[in-house]
């Protein structure tokens, strides 16, 4: 059974950036496709990045390119996302996912098999 926690969570000011860590535990996690999505109060999850098990693939959706930047060590059995240019928007719980096969649905929740319990973001204006 694999294992994901986040952390790296925090209060941030606009303008400013953050790290956000995945540890995964159990299985082969080198062979997991990741993903990361948020959850802001009263909304539905929101697919953030994606990564393939090798690394060599990324996905964003327009709403985050540019600002947003997924990567994984597999050594470590650890996936970050970098977020720059926070700003009120990016306020949500953080959620990190794990898929044990590549879906080219990589961009919804049904996609991915284990979660992680989420880490709070909040963006100060």
């Known amino acids: 059974q694999v294992q994901l926690v986040e952390s790296g969570g925090g209060l941030v000011q606009a303008g400013g950036s953050l790290r956000l860590s995945c540890a995964a535990s159990?299985?082969?996690?080198?062979?997991?496709?990741m993903g990361w999505f948020r959850q802001a109060p009263g909304k539905g999850r929101e697919f953030v990045a994606a990564?393939?098990?090798?690394?060599?693939?990324?996905a964003y959706p327009d709403s985050v390119k540019g600002r947003f930047t997924i990567s994984r060590d597999n050594a470590k059995n650890a996936v970050d996302l970098e977020i720059h240019s926070l700003n009120a928007e990016d306020t949500a719980v953080y959620y990190c996912a794990a898929s044990r096969y590549y879906s080219p649905n990589y961009h919804i929740t049904y996609a991915y098999d284990y979660w992680g319990q989420g880490t709070q973001v909040t963006v100060s204006s």
């Open positions: 990564i393939t098990s090798s690394g060599g693939r990324s």
């Open positions: 159990g299985g082969t996690v080198s062979s997991l496709a």
